[in-house]
């Protein structure tokens, strides 16, 4: 059997995948089974930060495998420990959590917004507002957080306490609050999944406002934006917010699994001994990867990804059949008037390999993308887009 039949036949049928094989891959280039190269503008869905096979983090991640590769969170490690510094240093938060994916990032948030606001507000608020359209994850407490009804059908019932609410509209806030004292609100700053749309700079001012005001966290999922992927550390940083917590995953270990939760001043010590844990969570190859990781995405590599950035938009911004260009940084949704499947499965055949997010072709090229694959990649859907 090919490995395509050998995967359709034994993998759990939830992704459809496209017609690659990929077997290796250097920086933003990869490989097919057939020796075809393609532009990678996806990276993994936002996780390969510096691209695939990158020397340094590859020698990070060696290293580190070489001393010991896993230890439980019954021991220290240094991996570990300086993540949490470096992470709680360059974001001015408190205390880290560290597990293995986005959503694992999320369900910690959601549990440290639940045990303060039940210490501090009373055992009956417990509620998060999310907003519509937003995405935090698969497992039933981050699906009941997601904004977004079609993925909750198939599995109720779904964990209890969640609302959602229209993002640009304060006064809904006021009202869900009036009906059910509010924990927390939940944000992502620019929704991924739910088609690269981007918060208005004046509701975030609004809703932080509105949050400090009513005695409600502010709770930031940076599990896509975050790490250098929107032009700033943490997108948050764009709109000048000051969260209560930050999950992030995805490109902070640059392609190994890690999570993250950044606790601030009012729940750096809600979570005590017991109230958490992750077998996984932290271990020091993922750690070390991650180390790697943020000490590259300093100023320098930030103003270019902003850099490039500015590029794309020129080149894409009322380009013929091009509809509409959304995002910040390295994080940009087209919307095309082709549907955006067809112009995916079209700029493969030509070489490069994009996403999509609901009705817009996505691009998450590897935050250091050579200039000319990315100015490559983006002729190649402005010329599928024209067709
Ligand atoms: N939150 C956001 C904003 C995401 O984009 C995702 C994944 O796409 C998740 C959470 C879930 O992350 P994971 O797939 O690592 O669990």
């Not at 958490?276 to 993922?286: D, L």
């Not at 300093?298 to 509809?323: H, I, N, Q, T, Y």
């Not at 994009?354 to 935050?367: E, W």
């Amino acid at each position: 059997m090919s490995i395509r039949e050998l995967d359709q036949k034994y993998v759990a049928n939830t992704y459809r995948r496209f017609p690659v094989e990929i077997v290796s891959g250097k920086g933003s280039v990869l490989c097919d089974t057939d020796g075809r190269e393609y532009i990678d503008m996806g990276s993994g869905i936002a996780v390969t930060s510096f691209g695939a096979a990158d020397d340094e983090w590859q020698r990070a991640v060696i290293e580190q495998i070489g001393k010991v590769q896993h230890t439980s969170n019954l021991y220290y490690t240094e991996p570990c420990a300086k993540l949490a510094e470096a992470l709680c240093t360059r974001t001015g938060m408190k205390k880290v959590f560290f597990s293995n994916s986005g959503a694992e990032a999320n369900e910690c948030m959601i549990k440290a917004a639940r045990k303060w606001a039940a210490e501090n507000k009373g055992p009956d608020c417990f509620t998060i507002a999310t907003l519509t359209g937003s995405f935090h994850g698969r497992t039933i407490t981050t699906l009941a957080a997601t904004g977004q009804a079609h993925y909750h059908e198939l599995f109720q019932p779904l964990t209890p306490g969640f609302i959602s609410v229209d993002a640009g509209n304060i006064a809904v806030l006021d009202k869900a609050d009036a009906e059910t004292p509010l924990a927390a609100v939940m944000i992502e700053c620019i929704q991924g999944e739910g088609g690269v749309i981007p918060l208005d700079p004046d509701y975030a001012k609004a809703l932080s406002a509105w949050t400090a005001e009513h005695n409600v966290l502010l709770l930031v999922d940076e599990v896509q934006t975050g790490n250098g992927r929107c032009g700033a550390l943490y997108a948050y940083m764009n709109y000048g917010l000051c969260p209560d917590a930050v999950s992030t995953a995805k490109g902070l270990a640059g392609g190994l699994p890690l999570g993250a939760t950044m606790l601030g001043e009012r729940l750096e010590s809600v979570l005590g001994y017991g109230d958490h844990g992750s077998t996984f969570g932290g271990n020091p190859v993922s750690c070390a990867a991650a180390l790697n990781i943020l000490s590259r995405i300093d100023e320098d590599l930030l103003a270019d990804v902003r850099r490039k950035s500015r590029m794309v938009f020129e080149m894409l911004d009322g380009a013929p059949g091009v509809e509409a260009v959304s995002g910040m940084g390295l994080m940009i949704g087209v919307r095309c008037k082709k549907p955006a499947g067809e112009i995916v499965a079209k700029c493969i055949e030509r070489g490069v390999l994009f996403l999509t997010a609901k009705d817009k072709v996505r691009l998450l090229p590897a935050l250091n993308i050579p200039d000319e694959l990315l100015i490559k990649a983006v002729n190649v859907l402005r010329e599928t887009a024209a067709e």
